[in-house]
């Protein structure tokens, strides 16, 4: 079984519908991230969490909001879909190792389209 | 496949040779840089990392080093195999401090490896 797991793989939907993709994992990490990848463009920051009570902004979160409903959970919200946030959506979890960062491990993503 | 290879600087290997598959970072004050492969189809899959105490740090088949001055990171894969094939993403965290940690990601190399 996926250590970091993503749900939906793929999602088709339309213009101004809301969407959750949801991401849980078995690593028993506190850190987790959303990113979304386009062409191009590479992986870019949408939100992090540090723990359950611990919400984070990142590059581009305008449009996205997330919940954090356990350690292990961590789920991404597009309250009002738009066709420009079509794209790849990962989820990622690292664990801390003393006062060291540990490397950022992904799931397999979600496809989201927009139509 | 999925389309994160469009557009991307490709690197052609011939099996069992060695490829190099270099990285310009952007923050001097970086802290903590990670490679990483993307195959088609998957998430981010984490290679190797390397603290900016170290210029060098060796894994199986794998060497990251890592030149501060000019602030280049490359990943060298020695005897490269066709399951080799991927785009491979350098990362880098652009915020160094105790309790913080972002990674901000390259737009990625695809390596083709000709049998």
């Known amino acids: 079984d996926a250590d970091v797991t993503q749900t939906p793989r793929n999602r088709i939907t339309k213009t101004g519908k809301r969407i959750m993709l949801e991401c849980s994992q078995t690593k028993g990490h506190d850190r987790m991230y959303w990113y979304r990848q386009d062409p191009g463009l590479g992986l870019r920051l949408i939100y992090y969490s540090f723990d359950v009570k611990d919400i984070n902004k990142g590059e581009i979160s305008d449009g996205y909001s997330v919940s954090r409903q356990a350690q292990a959970k961590f789920s991404l919200s597009l309250e009002s879909a738009i066709p420009n946030q079509t794209a790849l959506y990962f989820c990622?979890?690292?664990?801390?190792?003393?006062?060291?960062?540990?490397?950022?491990?992904f799931g397999d993503g979600t496809r989201l389209s927009i139509l | 496949g999925e389309s994160v290879g469009l557009h991307l600087p490709t690197l052609s290997v011939q099996e069992g040779d060695n490829s190099i598959i270099n990285c310009a970072y952007s923050?001097?004050?970086?802290?903590?840089f990670i490679w990483y492969k993307q195959e088609s189809g998957k998430g981010p899959q984490f290679i190797i990392d390397i603290r900016s105490n170290m210029d060098k740090r060796q894994g199986q088949r794998v060497t990251v080093l890592l030149n501060k001055t000019v602030k280049h990171l490359s990943l060298q894969i020695a005897a490269t195999q066709p399951g080799d094939s991927a785009v491979y993403f350098c990362a880098e965290n652009t915020s160094p401090g105790a309790g913080s940690y972002q990674l901000t990601f390259g737009k990625g190399t695809k390596l083709s490896v000709i049998p």
């Open positions: 923050n001097s004050a970086s802290d903590y």
């Open positions: 990622a979890t690292s664990g801390t190792g003393g006062y060291s960062n540990q490397p950022q491990h």
